[in-house]
């Protein structure tokens, strides 16, 4: 009864969500053929609407015919673009009412912002609970969040927030750091709540399903799946979570600019949400590198956006069922925890989001040299590295104490790792 009067107070708080909800479930009612011609017609459209409504996608298409456009003809959108060309690629320019500015640390290690509006994150909200309900979730059902971004995690002090957080039956802890005794107080809050869903960065997730397991903990028979996001999720940490947790995990694949483009389902098999996404792998180097279109976002339209994530699609059906066409993932984003003297470990979101809304970077790089020290190599004007460093020397200090050392390094560029990936984070070596 609890459970059906939090659904209704939460319907009537988020009526787009969940007007956006029924249409998501309606297509999961189609066949593979009709999600295709869905997707040909809505990629199509993103594209002229991009064309008649931004600056960058008018000028950048010129020459290119419609009404229906061939995505191979498109040029490719890097996240250098993204960064030179932000507002140009807003439809009627940044400066509406209503428009708010994200950040990504992204892949690249290169600080990239990018615009959006309530509705896209009703949207990404939507999306995440039909993912959910993969799981056997349904509305009113308990989720619990592990987060690794502190400015994500909003303070519910008010009444009526904290009212409505009650009704959405969601919480949200706060992971960018944590303790043996951060994870015994975790384990202890799930007896109590009770949740049916678990979500969080798979590094937190291991490391929680790692102590649970080694101190004999009884997790709730209510869960009945967790959700893996943000990091590349390793077979070690996957067996160790299901089982502290006696369900299946979820390896879910997006990103804060284009969220909710894919999700593993119980028979193992990545599948793409081709009425959300239209997702391309393009050759490159002897390596297969993942474009995605948005096909919703006509705030900031990001089209054939190189996510700088390798992989493939699957031909074939999956034996779950699903319409929703497969793929491959191959190197993800790697992440490293950094462990202070005192023995917390510090989650890499923590440091990567220290950087938001500091402008004139190219690239970043955290290097945790010794138990005490980090060096922040940056890659920008020395007027930027010196309010940087000013800056985010105090915020480590009141954030993780007299015992973490910041230093500021100018280098005229950053070095990728042998797989063509840059490391933003990187940790002590394991002994």
């Known amino acids: 009864m609890i459970r059906h009067l939090k659904y209704y107070a939460h319907r009537q708080a988020r009526p787009l969500r969940y007007r956006f909800l029924k249409t998501l479930l309606v297509n999961e009612t189609l066949s593979a053929e009709q999600l295709q011609q869905h997707q040909r017609q809505q990629f199509s459209a993103m594209v002229r609407f991009a064309i008649e409504h931004t600056d960058?996608?008018?000028?950048?298409?010129?020459?290119?015919d419609g009404p229906d456009y061939d995505a191979t003809q498109l040029p490719v959108l890097t996240k250098q673009t993204v960064v030179e060309q932000r507002d140009a690629m807003?439809?009627?320019?940044?400066d509406q009412t209503g428009i708010k500015l994200?950040?990504?640390?992204?892949?690249?290690?290169?600080?990239?912002?990018?615009?959006?509006?309530?509705?896209k994150i009703e949207r990404m909200r939507a999306g995440m609970m039909r993912s959910y309900r993969w799981a056997g979730w349904r509305q009113g059902d308990k989720v619990l969040n592990f987060w690794g971004a502190r400015h994500d995690i909003k303070r519910h002090s008010k009444p009526f927030d904290r009212?409505?957080?009650?009704?959405?039956?969601?919480?949200?802890?706060?992971?960018?750091?944590?303790?043996?005794?951060?994870?015994?107080?975790?384990?202890?809050?799930?007896?109590?709540?009770?949740?049916?869903?678990?979500?969080?960065?798979?590094?937190?997730?291991a490391e929680l399903a790692q102590y649970i397991l080694a101190s004999n903990i009884r997790m709730p028979s209510t869960i009945k799946g967790v959700f893996s996001t943000a990091e590349v999720l390793y077979d070690w940490?996957?067996?160790?979570?299901?089982?502290?947790?006696?369900?299946?995990?979820?390896?879910?694949?997006?990103?804060?600019?284009?969220?909710?483009?894919?999700?593993?389902?119980?028979?193992?098999?990545?599948?793409?949400?081709?009425?959300?996404?239209?997702?391309?792998?393009?050759?490159?180097?002897?390596?297969?590198?993942?474009?995605?279109t948005s096909l919703t976002n006509r705030v900031m339209p990001m089209i054939r956006y190189e996510l700088g994530d390798l992989g493939r699609l699957k031909a074939g059906q999956c034996s779950c069922g699903s319409p929703f066409p497969m793929m491959e993932l191959d190197v993800c984003r790697k992440n490293d925890l950094v462990v202070t003297p005192g023995g917390r470990s510090i989650y890499p979101s923590y440091f990567v989001h220290l950087l938001d809304a500091h402008d004139g970077i190219d690239q970043f790089q955290f290097v945790q040299t010794a138990p005490g020290n980090i060096v922040l190599r940056l890659s920008a004007r020395q007027e930027a590295v010196d309010i940087v460093g000013r800056?985010?020397?105090?915020?480590?200090q009141a954030d993780l104490g007299c015992d973490m050392a910041l230093q500021v390094e100018r280098v005229e560029s950053i070095p990728r790792s042998r797989s063509g990936k840059h490391r933003f984070v990187i940790g002590l070596p394991a002994e």
């Open 237 to 292: 940490q996957r067996a160790a979570i299901e089982a502290a947790f006696s369900c299946t995990v979820f390896n879910q694949y997006g990103c804060r600019e284009v969220p909710n483009i894919g999700l593993q389902c119980t028979h193992g098999n990545f599948h793409v949400f081709s009425d959300l996404v239209k997702l391309e792998s393009m050759p490159v180097d002897g390596e297969q590198r993942l474009l995605v």
């Open 391 to 396: 800056a985010l020397k105090s915020r480590i």
């Open 102 to 119: 994200g950040y990504t640390g992204g892949s690249t290690g290169k600080p990239l912002a990018f615009y959006y509006t309530d509705e």
């Open 56 to 64: 960058f996608y008018r000028d950048s298409y010129q020459g290119i």
């Open 90 to 94: 807003v439809a009627g320019g940044p």
């Open 163 to 205: 009212l409505r957080r009650y009704a959405a039956a969601e919480q949200t802890l706060g992971a960018y750091e944590f303790s043996e005794a951060d994870l015994l107080s975790w384990a202890r809050h799930i007896r109590s709540w009770r949740p049916t869903l678990l979500q969080g960065y798979a590094s937190i997730l």
